[in-house]
């Protein structure tokens, strides 16, 4: 194995003469073994927070070994990336290196940034200039991170962004573009990464699944390209402002909210690409949105080119809900998963009402057609858009529904949920052509009981095959279905109609 640790004592060694630390970085980046590319990232990281910390060095020596270092290991950052985002065997504890790296790089060239504005540095323009770009987009990722973990961004960094473009702006590269690394294959500014950042903030992507957050991201790499950070709002356009001497997050322009150290942008451009790009959509996949390789299709780029849209439009995106809610507070009894709540329903006949035996989820509103909960636990990982949900509480005495909607925070997650109906039955399912098989659960909410007045027959997906016969078991009585056309594919499972063709005995 690759002696990392070795290397980087060697490196950054209070006895190494400064003059040698370029050369050695060379070598460090230089022989490192792709197979062993996590625990490369995690001694670059070591590496880079010593060099933060060594107040002794230069910044020509700073900036130039912290491009190089950068410059040679963003690919392999990128592999551990790709590998998480792929859900690779063993990829599940990549996340916080994958945080730490932007990090500890952008916290480094702050440090840069900082000691250029104590110094003259007329001759290291260039590399600062690409050092505060490489600072700005590694801001941008971790708001782009947060947002697919349902997080905020904190503070800091927006503060540190805002610092980086103030930097930029002051020494008159803003709007320069700039290739971020050697092969990446296009040119980019600081005013433009800082937009981006800005424009996935504004996206609302709390119930937004994770492929179209990083569907979105992606399409703002062509979507941001015009636009452009003015000193003044532009009057009736729609217009959305940063504060660059607050550490708050983007926002829309609201009376009494102009001031020097604003900037403001409008989206106009951006609604008018979206607009066409659905046009597109309607005949074909065009090829710049295939060529992002998400796996979409044409409906589901479709979709997320509506929503978003809507969100950055005249009304700053503001969702309607499809019926008000009125507060309330309240424990309830939660089960997460299509599997775990239609076998629980099947086997449990105990009052769901009765108060929860553990203290972690409160309703907090609710209204004809869903429910606000806070999740105060810790197993958030198993909470995701798409997931069915049954709540019961003593207002609430058995309700199935979806997540629509998650943004964590600090003192709890908030969990908006669509509600199917209630009072759900438990079902088996039984290949007749298959005795041996083990049978299904499955899920059926009656018309009654279901808020949209249809019923709803919840199946694994493994099974929803259009005229394929099945055997339903409910409540002591058989009977022969034939399935019709699924209804809807949800993440975990199909809802589909059926005919009933006979009862058995």
């Not at 990083?214 to 790499?221: E, V």
């Not at 969100?311 to 969702?319: A, E, I, L």
């Amino acid at each position: 194995m690759f002696d990392f640790k070795s290397l980087v004592s060697s490196l950054l060694s209070k006895d190494s003469p400064e003059s040698d630390i370029l050369p050695s970085a060379t070598v460090l980046v230089r022989d490192l073994p792709q197979t062993e590319y996590f625990t490369a990232t995690v001694e670059i990281i070591k590496a880079v927070a010593k060099i933060s910390a060594d107040v002794k060095m230069s910044l020509k020596e700073r900036v130039r070994t912290l491009l190089y270092i950068d410059e040679k290991a963003h690919s392999i950052q990128r592999r551990l990336r790709n590998d998480y985002l792929d859900q690779k065997p063993g990829s599940k504890n990549y996340l916080p290196t994958i945080l730490a790296y932007w990090h500890e790089l952008a916290n480094a060239y702050h440090i840069c940034v900082r000691l250029a504005e104590k110094s003259n540095g007329s001759s290291l323009d260039d590399e600062l200039a690409l050092a505060t770009l490489r600072g700005l987009n590694y801001q941008k990722q971790l708001v782009t991170w947060s947002a697919m973990r349902y997080l905020k961004p904190e503070a800091t960094v927006w503060q540190q962004a805002y610092r980086f473009y103030q930097y930029a702006e002051a020494h008159d590269f803003s709007r320069t573009p700039m290739r971020l690394f050697e092969d990446h294959p296009w040119e980019v500014s600081c005013e433009t990464v800082l937009i981006h950042a800005c424009m996935m903030h504004l996206a609302q992507t709390d119930n937004m699944q994770q492929t179209e957050i990083l569907a979105t991201d992606r399409l703002l790499n062509i979507l941001c390209q015009p636009l452009k950070l003015d000193f003044q709002p532009q009057p009736k356009r729609t217009v959305f402002l940063v504060n660059l001497t607050l550490p708050e997050p983007p926002r829309r322009m609201l009376r009494g909210m102009a001031g020097k150290d604003c900037r403001y942008w409008n989206t106009e451009q951006v609604t008018q690409k979206l607009a066409d790009l659905m046009f597109d959509l309607d005949q074909r996949l065009p090829s710049a949105l295939a060529n992002f390789g998400l796996g979409l299709t044409q409906k589901d780029w479709s979709t997320i080119c509506e929503k978003l849209a809507v969100r950055w439009s005249d009304d700053g995106g503001k969702s309607h809900r499809k019926a008000e809610r009125s507060p309330k507070l309240e424990s309830a009894t939660v089960d997460i998963g299509f599997e775990r709540i239609a076998y629980l329903t099947k086997v449990q006949d105990d009052d769901r009402a009765a108060p929860p035996e553990n203290d972690d989820w409160r309703i907090t509103d609710y209204s004809a057609t869903g429910l606000g909960l806070t999740y105060l636990g810790k197993s958030v990982d198993e909470l995701a858009l798409g997931r069915l949900i049954r709540v019961c509480s003593l207002s609430h005495s058995d309700a199935l529904g979806i997540i629509r909607r998650l943004s964590r925070h600090k003192n709890g997650t908030l969990v908006g949920v669509e509600i199917l109906g209630t009072q759900p039955a438990g079902i088996t399912l039984i290949e007749p052509d298959s005795p041996d098989s083990t049978p299904a659960s499955a899920l059926y909410i009656t018309q009654l009981n279901s808020t949209k007045s249809q019923r709803w027959f919840l199946i694994p997906k493994a099974l929803a095959e259009p005229g394929r016969e099945l055997h339903l078991v409910a409540q002591g009585k058989t009977y022969k279905i034939r399935l019709k056309s699924p209804s809807q594919e949800l993440q975990e499972c199909a809802h589909i109609d059926f005919d009933t063709l006979a009862k058995l005995e």
